[in-house]
């Protein structure tokens, strides 16, 4: 994915590692507990937030392939992931877990409490090429804060590019459509719905999904023969997250602006009120390898 700046990104991440559902977590450590290892693949990585908050899940030897199509998001990526681990080194060269994508970018080896994570970056346009991304069996496939921007014709296929290597699937903070604003303002449902309307545009994949994302997924994987666990986790925000509710306000304000819905004097009076608290609807899913026959 590309079009998030690490500022906004940098904004989200501690509301995003606070919702996520813990009993959907427990479900994917349970699948891994057993292993001494696991390999995984992150689409649309950002700056390596949800290996931040997923890596804890899993077993301490740890081999992630990162991958987004925005360079700044990938550079952005090896950064903060350096700096949040314990300790950070260059890849070896001959380890063939840690290679150097094309784009040049070293691969790295973290060490994070009793984790070892061998991370290396890969640069793909995931609505042109998805199997660019998914080229090698891996144990886990994961995403956070993808899937309701792209189309259920793509799910689809993922779903069954991830069926066809038996991985695991964990997807966090699918948005589902909740929004809540605190104070209430007649104005918030008009303002969601035009909001939602332009979520479910074209953003490179086809039309969205938007708040349907979780519920296709969910689908499409126990289509596949997958046993699909889901839970809530919202975002719930209070007078202490102000800088990301008034960044909320404003995209949203953005969002209903573009989508011609509503008139800009309504808008602009919206904006206006100070919020002092919110809560966003997400969906996290886990989906795990049951059987071998698929529809």
Same mark, same amino acid.
């Given at each position: 994915m590309s079009g998030f700046s690490p500022d906004w990104l940098k904004l989200r991440e501690p509301a995003d590692l606070k919702a996520r559902n813990r009993d959907v977590a427990n %479900?994917?450590? !349970?699948?891994?507990?057993? *292993? @001494?290892? =696991?390999? =995984?693949?992150?689409? #649309?990585?950002?700056?390596?937030?949800?290996?931040? #908050?997923?890596?804890?899940?899993?077993? /301490? $030897?740890? &081999?992630?392939t990162l991958v987004d199509y925005d360079p700044q998001?990938?550079? &952005?990526?090896? *950064?903060e992931l350096s700096i949040w681990a314990d300790s950070s @080194? !260059?890849?070896a060269s001959h380890d063939a877990s840690s290679s150097i994508s094309e784009e040049g970018l070293d691969g790295i080896v973290l060490r994070k409490g009793s984790a070892t994570i061998t991370v290396s970056f890969l640069r793909? /346009?995931?609505?042109a090429n998805l199997k660019q991304a998914l080229?090698?069996? %891996?144990?886990? %496939?994961?995403?956070?804060?993808?899937? /309701?921007? =792209?189309?259920?014709?793509? $799910?689809q296929r993922f779903a069954h590019?991830? &069926?066809?290597?038996? &991985?695991?699937f964990y997807g966090v903070l699918t948005c589902n459509g909740l929004q809540r604003w605190q104070p209430h303002r007649p104005a918030d449902n008009e303002i969601q719905s035009a909001f939602q309307r332009h979520q479910m545009? /074209?953003?490179?994949? #086809?039309?969205? !999904?938007?708040?349907?994302?979780?519920?296709?997924? $969910?689908?499409?994987?126990?289509?596949?023969g997958y046993l699909v666990s889901e839970g809530s986790s919202p975002w719930v925000l209070s007078r202490n997250d102000r800088m990301l509710i008034d960044e909320m306000v404003r995209g949203h304000a953005m969002a209903a602006s573009e989508a011609g819905l509503v008139d800009i004097k309504t808008i602009e009076s919206w904006v206006k009120v100070a919020r002092t608290a919110a809560e966003t609807g997400h969906t996290d899913v886990c989906a795990v390898p049951t059987a071998t026959v698929r529809f």
């Amino acid at each position: 994915m590309s079009g998030f700046s690490p500022d906004w990104l940098k904004l989200r991440e501690p509301a995003d590692l606070k919702a996520r559902n813990r009993d959907v977590a427990n %479900v994917l450590s !349970a699948r891994f507990a057993l *292993r @001494d290892r =696991v390999s =995984v693949v992150d689409l #649309g990585c950002g700056t390596g937030s949800n290996l931040r #908050g997923t890596s804890q899940l899993l077993p /301490d $030897i740890q &081999a992630w392939t990162l991958v987004d199509y925005d360079p700044q998001l990938l550079e &952005a990526a090896r *950064r903060e992931l350096s700096i949040w681990a314990d300790s950070s @080194d !260059a890849a070896a060269s001959h380890d063939a877990s840690s290679s150097i994508s094309e784009e040049g970018l070293d691969g790295i080896v973290l060490r994070k409490g009793s984790a070892t994570i061998t991370v290396s970056f890969l640069r793909c /346009d995931l609505a042109a090429n998805l199997k660019q991304a998914l080229h090698q069996p %891996v144990d886990l %496939v994961t995403a956070a804060a993808l899937f /309701d921007l =792209v189309s259920e014709e793509f $799910i689809q296929r993922f779903a069954h590019h991830v &069926a066809d290597m038996r &991985a695991t699937f964990y997807g966090v903070l699918t948005c589902n459509g909740l929004q809540r604003w605190q104070p209430h303002r007649p104005a918030d449902n008009e303002i969601q719905s035009a909001f939602q309307r332009h979520q479910m545009g /074209d953003k490179g994949f #086809g039309p969205a !999904a938007g708040p349907l994302a979780a519920s296709v997924l $969910i689908e499409q994987f126990g289509l596949n023969g997958y046993l699909v666990s889901e839970g809530s986790s919202p975002w719930v925000l209070s007078r202490n997250d102000r800088m990301l509710i008034d960044e909320m306000v404003r995209g949203h304000a953005m969002a209903a602006s573009e989508a011609g819905l509503v008139d800009i004097k309504t808008i602009e009076s919206w904006v206006k009120v100070a919020r002092t608290a919110a809560e966003t609807g997400h969906t996290d899913v886990c989906a795990v390898p049951t059987a071998t026959v698929r529809f």
